[in-house]
């Protein structure tokens, strides 16, 4: 799912092509996309774009009379820019977004659709549809901490809770818990306020670097995100299990929990523990390896 470093980039590139732009037509390929009835989709065409913006994991254009479209790409939406005159969107497209200048196409890849788009009538609309996470990027550490331990969770979880922090999900979190030397099952609050001051300054600066990193990327290929994945090579444990840590060379761990696994570095988070993985630990049970020594 693309999270706030994706979302960012999408969103910046986005007004930069929209400013002042009229949305002339928008085209619904599948009709379980809109998820609202009222305003009526068609009330968006023919209205000016007056911003662009990020909520949580969501790109809203904001339209004028304070219609907002709320595009959320859940696991396996993207978004694709196609300037004026270009040839028609390949596989997958969800609805076609026609501009002045150019088209915005929401596709999704596979066969299950997950993503949504919703019109929206009012500030008060929008605000109702934010979840309530804090942004870590202007949060000080006073209030990240007052939010990580409002309820004792395992700091994955806290850290992908939507209505706790705002933009991160299964990717970041694992970075930014092995940037600050955590395990992902910490309670948030066992922590001590060393643990938490470095789990906020890891956050803040996991999530900077790889939106700095995101724009480059996107400025190299003409202004646009070509590649919006939550696998990259550059990471230092997402998507990594098995292979060595950049920090101390031990295998990456994973635990794999329905449609998503949580992958961290036992040497650097755990004290050198595997964690229990629900299905392989109980497959083994006493076979099992309790530390990554044991590993062969």
Same mark, same amino acid.
């Given at each position: 799912?693309?999270?706030?470093?994706?979302?960012? /980039?999408?969103?910046?590139?986005?007004?930069?092509?929209?400013?002042?732009?009229?949305?002339?037509?928008?085209?619904?390929?599948?009709?379980?996309?809109?998820?609202?009835?009222?305003?009526?989709?068609?009330?968006?065409?023919? !209205?000016?774009?007056?911003?662009?913006?990020?909520?949580?994991? !969501?790109?809203?254009?904001?339209?004028?009379?304070?219609?907002?479209?709320?595009?959320?790409?859940?696991?396996?939406?993207?978004?694709?820019?196609?300037?004026?005159?270009?040839?028609?969107?390949?596989?997958? @497209?969800?609805?076609?977004?026609?501009?002045?200048?150019?088209?915005? @196409?929401?596709?999704?890849?596979?066969?299950?659709?997950?993503?949504? &788009?919703?019109?929206?009538?009012?500030?008060?609309?929008?605000?109702?549809?934010?979840?309530?996470?804090?942004? /870590?990027? @202007?949060?000080?550490?006073?209030?990240? $901490?007052?939010?990580?331990?409002?309820?004792?969770?395992?700091?994955?979880?806290?850290?992908?809770?939507?209505? &706790?922090?705002?933009?991160?999900?299964?990717?970041?979190?694992?970075?930014?818990?092995?940037?600050?030397?955590?395990?992902?099952?910490?309670?948030?609050?066992?922590?001590?306020?060393?643990?938490?001051?470095?789990?906020?300054?890891?956050?803040?600066?996991?999530?900077?670097?790889?939106?700095? !990193?995101?724009?480059?990327?996107?400025?190299?290929?003409?202004?646009?995100? $070509?590649?919006?994945?939550?696998?990259?090579?550059?990471?230092?444990?997402?998507?990594?299990?098995?292979?060595?840590?950049?920090?101390?060379?031990?295998? @990456?761990?994973?635990?794999?929990?329905?449609?998503?696994?949580?992958?961290?570095?036992?040497?650097?988070?755990?004290?050198?523990?595997?964690?229990?993985?629900?299905?392989?630990?109980?497959?083994?049970?006493?076979?099992?390896?309790?530390?990554?020594?044991?590993?062969?």
């Amino acid at each position: 799912m693309p999270e706030l470093p994706d979302i960012t /980039v999408y969103v910046e590139n986005l007004a930069d092509k929209l400013h002042g732009a009229t949305l002339q037509h928008l085209r619904l390929l599948n009709p379980f996309l809109l998820r609202t009835a009222l305003p009526p989709i068609g009330a968006a065409e023919g !209205r000016r774009v007056t911003g662009v913006e990020r909520l949580g994991k !969501r790109v809203v254009l904001a339209l004028e009379g304070e219609l907002f479209l709320v595009i959320h790409l859940m696991i396996a939406g993207r978004l694709q820019w196609r300037p004026a005159g270009s040839k028609p969107a390949g596989k997958g @497209v969800l609805a076609v977004f026609e501009f002045d200048a150019g088209s915005l @196409v929401f596709t999704e890849a596979g066969t299950q659709r997950r993503a949504a &788009l919703h019109l929206l009538d009012g500030r008060a609309a929008l605000a109702a549809a934010d979840p309530g996470g804090i942004d /870590v990027a @202007v949060a000080d550490l006073a209030g990240f $901490s007052a939010r990580l331990v409002a309820e004792n969770h395992t700091l994955k979880r806290a850290l992908t809770n939507p209505h &706790l922090f705002s933009g991160i999900g299964n990717a970041y979190s694992d970075e930014i818990l092995h940037r600050a030397r955590l395990s992902p099952l910490a309670l948030t609050r066992s922590l001590d306020a060393a643990a938490i001051a470095r789990l906020h300054a890891a956050t803040c600066a996991v999530l900077a670097e790889w939106t700095d !990193r995101l724009r480059a990327e996107a400025a190299a290929h003409g202004g646009w995100p $070509s590649q919006v994945t939550a696998f990259r090579p550059e990471m230092a444990v997402h998507g990594r299990y098995g292979q060595p840590c950049p920090v101390c060379g031990s295998p @990456v761990q994973r635990i794999v929990h329905a449609d998503n696994e949580t992958n961290y570095c036992a040497r650097c988070q755990t004290d050198g523990r595997l964690l229990a993985d629900r299905v392989l630990s109980r497959l083994l049970k006493d076979s099992w390896p309790r530390r990554v020594d044991d590993l062969d």
